[in-house]
């Protein structure tokens, strides 16, 4: 029992890597480029996602990962429509 909950995290990791691997080739993003900075601007009424490099959002905005800038453009935010990030993401 005890070398069985010695190895039973290691697979439980190895499980979750699998099914977020997996999540990641059903969104399509599993071959993306390496991780960009991206922004997502918090306004009071909206929000807007921005590339990294984007001077352009204000200061009410954070830093986000490739993953969570397609899954906002995916869930509708905003993509400013200068630096385009939903055309860099692969999202048209």
């Known amino acids: 029992m005890e070398t069985w909950l010695a190895h039973a995290p290691t697979q439980v ?3 979750i890597s699998a099914s ?25 009424d909206e929000r807007v996602v921005h590339t990294g490099g984007r001077h352009m959002a204000g200061k009410r905005s954070n830093g986000a990962t490739t993953d969570q800038a397609l899954r906002a453009v995916l869930d ?4 400013c429509t200068h630096c385009r990030p939903d055309t860099e993401l692969g999202y048209l």
């Open 76 to 79: 509708k935010v905003d993509a």
């Open 13 to 15: 990791r190895h499980q």
């Open 20 to 44: 977020e691997q997996r999540e990641q080739e059903r969104l399509g993003i599993a071959a993306r480029s390496p991780a960009r900075d991206w922004r997502i601007e918090r306004g009071h």
